[in-house]
């Protein structure tokens, strides 16, 4: 992206003081963690259909459970980036309201982000299948039987085949058609109905900035678009934030 072009995105952050910002896997790659749907990513090599479902999750629980052991390990020795540290800021200084991510990584929490809708849950958080009684990720790694009834824990994320959490995806909503820019970092934007914010953002009146790798369905709407690494991307923009 051209220094005039972030130079006019900062103005309209600084003259809306609402900037709403969307993540995706991207935005911690620079953490160490891989994305999913690019080339190599986890999807890439391997079928979500037989890891990350609730079917998966009743049927193979084996296979299910070293999926999320070693990601849960992966996170665990993952720190905040760049990029999650300018976020933070800008949200202490006002300027982005509030982060909406599809990660489950707790990052832009670990980083200082207040208000942030995790649309797919987090790692975080452990509860039985059967009773919904919470647990911790150690017990879920070393398959402790749940404390209250004796079942078998799970991540608290959302699966495929599950619903997003009602009230996050509201709040999502609503933060979306009511923001003065939309940003859109790391995201494939292939994933619904998450992939609808960018677009009510945009048809409310937003400007919409994205800054992803791969190419985008809704590249065509963006008023901003870039594929440089996300943590350039923002360093650059906090330049011109001032």
């Given at each position: ?29 620079e953490s ?43 996170m665990r ?73 004796g079942g ?91």
């Open positions: 992206m051209s220094d005039d072009a972030l130079r006019l995105l900062a103005k309209r952050m600084l003259d809306s003081s609402n900037a709403v910002v969307f993540t995706g896997a991207g935005m911690s790659t160490g963690l891989s994305d999913f749907r690019s080339k190599g990513g986890i999807w890439d090599v391997e079928d979500p259909m037989e890891l990350a479902t609730a079917t998966a999750m009743r049927n193979n629980y084996d296979k299910f459970h070293a999926f999320y052991s070693n990601r849960f390990a992966r020795d993952a720190a905040p980036n760049a990029g999650h540290r300018i976020l933070a800021e800008l949200e202490e200084r006002g300027i982005v309201r509030c982060v909406i991510t599809q990660n489950i990584d707790g990052l832009h929490a670990a980083a200082g982000s207040r208000t942030i809708y995790e649309l797919h849950g987090s790692v975080g958080n452990v509860r039985c299948i059967e009773c919904g009684a919470s647990s911790t990720q150690e017990d879920f790694t070393a398959r402790v039987p749940c404390p209250a009834c078998r824990l799970r991540p608290g994320v959302v699966l495929f085949e599950e619903s997003l959490p009602g009230g996050v995806l509201d709040a999502s909503w609503r933060a979306a058609e009511a923001c003065g820019v939309f940003i859109v970092l790391g995201s494939s934007l292939q994933v619904s109905p998450a992939n609808q914010l960018p677009v009510m953002a945009k048809r409310a009146g937003a400007i919409l900035a994205i800054c992803n790798r791969d190419i985008t369905p809704y590249d065509h709407m963006a008023d901003y678009r870039t594929n440089e690494g996300i943590g350039n991307f923002l360093a650059s923009l906090k330049f011109f934030l001032g």
